[in-house]
């Protein structure tokens, strides 16, 4: 049987490859090693599906499509939270398992779906945004979906027919590509895709390729057949269960040791060393299986034309992941599409303290980009100055460092990003001093502050911002950073959005220094304006999107952050304060520029006066 599996799935792929062939003739070997011309001057709107907005309750998540999501049970008595609930309060269910907040939130659904997103498409072009990037969408029973139960289907409580989708699957044979069916969700994602399209946005969407979940199919069927499963080889197991002992000797690898995420087969050339590239790859059948998913989504009527389909994946957890497999997967993309962007997870070395390099990853075999924590760091451990603060002149060697290993065309491509899904929200990422990425929620940190920030860090996340959309890389935004939502590390990054049709209820979160007290969620006009400022002032300056950098050191004795983004035709000059002190430089040093963007910097006849935490955008006339 897996010998004919092999072959369908090499049959499929032959017959990808001769449709695109004939199609995109214009793909060569030259731009295989170069970013997609579009990326630099991509803005990004991360999407967490669940909590963006739900569109459709009719779809809602239930304790069946929830199995196998947790190891703690979920009560029968569970049932999807209201998307108004206070953030901070167990609902009835959850006060019944004895668990605490921590634990039983992670039983929570909301029910957001694909629907809310085809409502919001309008909200996006407003905010000014051309690129999403949608966290997993594959059928997974929770609510993150990095551990799906199928690759090549989208999940059940994201379309418009949750039960119907779940028996048509049942129809097919999800190892033969050929028998794959078109779900409601599956349609729904096509027709987001198009809607995003025709909205000038373009669309990528996260995998995990490391790992399934124990629902995987294919996981399912070594759980029933054992060694005797034609899937046997697809994972990492250690030992079968014995069938003639009484002790269970099933054993295999999860991700970081998580049973809830089995890791997919590598075929090691290199020693796998954490946080490290190695040499390697994945078994043919296993990647046969992947390329087939990538050609479903890349190009979902399959006529070769991959208009109406993705145009880029982020690649979850990539150092987990064999460097052979990821030049095929790049080789095999590009041949459907020579635009297609990939950008990888490629985030710690030695936890919390050593980033990965990201070089292995961006020499144009691999990857287009990274999400560009790299840059990240040192922006915050500048501005924040807390328990890993540094001065102004560590922070221009730290980004230098960095970006001298990047060529010129991988630099614009970065996804350079302030917050997402894994991390805090950026608001409170700077209403907190704690190291970045360490102790940065109420679990591990007692003293970390979960309310809403104060007017400093308000200040302190609207100057960032200003250098995120000035700076070299394309800028990303987490949803709801743009409403003005604050939020510790996971799961309070994963807040449910609050939209300005809905009255959120008070949270009421405990106060480290004593006692309980409210705070109003509501949508921040005011944010969400100064995003779209941000938004106009990249799209109308190429300088900004793919000018070369370089910072301005003679004004760091002035404690001015300052660099230069020039392109042939032109010169933008940007200088902020990224201090809690005001600061004034003689206006001369600005000569032959007038500004086109400022916030808190007045200009008089002899000086720029800086406030606390402030910026100033200046053209070249």
């Known amino acids: 049987m897996k010998s004919i599996i092999s072959l369908i799935y ?50 809602d998540p239930t304790l069946e499509t929830m199995k196998g999501a947790l190891m703690d049970p979920i009560p029968a008595s569970w049932s999807v939270t209201p998307w108004n609930h206070n953030w901070y309060e167990q609902e009835a269910w959850a006060k019944e398992t004895g668990l605490d907040f921590y634990r039983t939130i992670q039983m929570r659904r909301y029910g957001g779906d694909l629907e809310g997103v085809l409502q919001k498409i309008s909200y ?59 779900t409601s969700a599956d349609k729904k994602f096509v027709e987001v895709i198009r809607q995003l399209h025709k909205a000038g946005i ?39 269960d014995d069938p003639s002992t009484s002790a269970n000797e099933w054993e295999y690898d999860g991700w970081l040791g998580v049973k809830t995420m089995p890791e997919l087969k590598k075929i090691r050339a290199t020693e796998k060393k954490f946080g490290y590239a190695f040499e390697g790859n994945m078994p043919d059948e296993v990647k046969s299986h992947i390329f087939a998913v990538c050609q479903r989504w890349m190009d979902p009527n399959n006529d070769g034309n991959p208009e109406d389909g993705i ?68 922006v915050r451990c500048y501005v924040n100055q807390g328990d890993d603060k540094i001065n102004l002149t560590e922070f221009y060697d730290q980004i230098d460092s960095i970006y001298k290993k990047y060529r010129p ?63 070299k890389g394309a800028p990303h935004i987490w949803n709801g950073d743009e409403m003005g939502m604050w939020g510790a590390d996971d799961p309070d990054n994963r807040k449910p959005l609050w939209w300005e049709d809905i ?20 949508f921040d006009q005011q944010q969400f304006d100064y995003l779209v400022s941000l938004c106009h002032l990249r799209k109308n300056h190429t300088a900004l999107q793919k000018g070369s950098y370089a910072f301005i050191r003679e004004l760091a004795s002035n404690g001015i952050m300052a ?40 200009m008089k006849e002899k000086d720029l006066v800086f406030s606390a935490y402030s910026g100033i955008v200046m053209k070249k006339i």
């Open 10 to 59: 090499l049959a499929v792929i032959i017959l990808v490859v001769s449709c695109q062939s004939k199609q995109n003739k214009s793909t060569e070997m030259a731009k295989l090693d170069e970013a997609p011309g579009w990326a630099a001057s991509a803005i990004w709107y991360q999407i967490f599906v669940e909590r963006f907005r739900n569109g459709n309750p009719n779809n």
């Open 202 to 240: 373009k669309v990528v969407l996260d995998y995990s390729w490391n790992h399934t979940g124990p629902e995987f199919w294919a996981f399912q069927d070594i759980i029933k057949k054992g060694k005797e499963s034609p899937f046997a080889s697809w994972y990492e197991i250690k030992s079968f």
């Open 503 to 522: 009255d959120m209820k008070s949270e009421t979160p405990i106060d480290p220094r004593g006692g309980q007290y409210q705070d109003k969620p509501a």
């Open 409 to 471: 065309g991988t630099q614009d491509a970065m996804m350079n990003l302030v917050s997402s899904h894994d991390s805090e929200r950026i608001l409170s990422a700077l209403y907190n001093t704690n190291k970045y990425k360490f102790h940065s929620k109420p679990a591990e940190n007692p003293n970390y502050r979960t309310g809403q920030p104060d007017a400093t860090a308000k200040q302190k996340m609207n100057m960032v911002l200003l250098h995120q959309f000035t700076f």
């Open 124 to 182: 996006l072009q407003k905010l000014g945004i051309n690129a999403v990037y949608f966290n997993p969408l594959n059928d997974s029973p929770s609510l993150h979906k990095y551990d799906a139960r199928s690759y090549h289907h989208i999940d059940v409580n994201f379309g418009d027919d949750r039960d119907g989708d779940i028996a048509l699957m049942k129809e097919e044979d999800p190892a033969n590509p050929a028998s794959w069916v078109w």
């Open 311 to 378: 145009d880029g994946m982020r690649l979850d957890v990539a150092e987990h992941v064999p460097l052979g497999f990821w030049r095929d997967l790049r080789k095999h993309v590009r041949g459907i599409n020579d635009e297609f962007y990939l950008v990888g997870e490629n985030w710690w070395t030695k936890w919390p303290d050593e980033l990965m390099d990201a070089e292995p990853w961006v020499k144009g075999d691999v990857f287009d980009a990274v999400m560009h924590y790299q840059w990240f760091k040192p």
């Open 563 to 602: 660099y230069n983004r020039e392109t042939a035709d032109e010169k933008m000059m940007v200088l902020i304060n990224a201090e809690p002190n005001s600061k004034t430089i003689d206006v001369g040093q600005v000569n032959g520029y007038k500004p086109v963007f400022s916030t808190g910097v007045e």
